[in-house]
């Protein structure tokens, strides 16, 4: 019997079932009451071994495509996509950015491995959505690694709404360590925003502006022109950066997460079921000694002739004494 892990992992890799999901709300092992807010809008898996297209199993169908220095390469379920750091990113498609950019609560989560600290005015830009430009009208929603100082390696979830306001952005509260793979989820409801990281709730998070009650999210960026996994801006910067690394398993999801489910979706990953063992043949029949051969023959023949004595009496015939 297949239990909830694995039905999550399969859902969440195929559109059709996804579709399926949300529609009856199945997820996790646990029934969600979703309609129009239950929704993965986004899920790029990165399982592609070959080409340049990261196909979008989400309701939103956004695929991407690789760009310089980006490949397809082992990642932390299947494959994940490996980033040089120096012009590799996902350019992802404008057509239905708009249902994405629309969201005013839900979740964003995102597996990355980063090869290197931060510099000086320096980010490792995960996900970006935004115009693209920086500058002092720049408006963006970024998870990315670090911020500007160097050897700043939290992790960070901002929002920059519109020329340069940032009503929100918190970080992991500690430095993540290349190498290793994380994974990063921010979450906005009605009621306010939190963070998770590798499956538990970042309680001590701290915030570079807003703070726990603050509600921003993808709809708040004022000028939405691009989506980007790998490259982005920060602030007024108007050069690019680039992750150096690998992303894996991104989603964006109108619903926001609970600490149940972060919980239970990191572990899918990271500790997913083991097949059960196939069924024990039965055991071969051993073969019959030779003595008890020798034993089932002779009573075979006795019980013979035993029949033929009696085939002869019935006709009349006495057989010869010998």
């Not at 040089?84 to 996902?90: H, L, P």
């Not at 960070?156 to 992991?172: R, V």
């Not at 920060?234 to 950066?241: D, F, I, M, P, Y």
Request: net charge negative; with cysteine.
């Amino acid at each position: 019997m297949i239990d909830h892990h694995t039905l999550w992992r399969l859902c969440l890799r195929n559109r059709r079932t996804r579709a399926a999901v949300a529609a009856i709300g199945f997820v996790v092992g646990t029934l969600w009451t979703v309609a129009a807010q239950g929704a993965t809008l986004d899920y790029w898996s990165f399982n592609e071994t070959s080409g340049t297209i990261a196909h979008d199993s989400g309701t939103a169908g956004l695929d991407g495509t690789l760009q310089g220095g980006a490949t397809f390469a082992p990642g932390i379920a299947g494959n994940g996509v490996q980033l040089d750091g120096t012009n590799g990113y996902v350019n992802m498609s404008t057509s239905g950015l708009s249902q994405v950019g629309s969201l005013g609560q839900g979740t964003i989560s995102t597996w990355f491995k980063f090869d290197r600290t931060t510099k000086d005015n320096d980010i490792l830009p995960v996900f970006y959505l935004g115009d693209g430009l920086g500058g002092a009208g720049h408006s963006a929603a970024l998870l990315e690694i670090g911020h500007f100082d160097a050897g700043n390696t939290k992790a960070f979830f901002t929002i920059i709404a519109d020329d340069m306001h940032l009503p929100q952005c918190f970080d992991s509260g500690v430095n993540l360590e290349p190498g290793k793979w994380y994974n990063f989820v921010a979450v906005v409801g009605p009621n306010g925003n939190t963070g998770f990281l590798n499956g538990k709730e970042m309680t001590d998070r701290h915030y570079n502006f807003g703070d726990a009650s603050t509600t921003y999210f993808l709809k708040d960026v004022a000028d939405q022109r691009v989506l980007w996994l790998g490259r982005g801006l920060l602030g007024r910067n108007t050069t690019e950066q680039y992750f150096d690394g690998a992303i894996d398993e991104v989603q964006v999801s109108d619903t926001p997460w609970t600490a149940a489910q972060a919980a239970d979706y990191y572990k899918s990953v990271t500790d997913p079921p083991t097949p059960p063992a196939p069924p024990t043949p039965p055991p071969t029949p051993s073969a019959v000694p030779e003595p008890i051969t020798a034993l089932l023959v002779a009573l075979a023949a006795a019980m013979a002739g035993r029949k033929a004595v009696r085939r002869l009496s019935g006709a009349g015939v006495v057989p010869a004494a010998e």
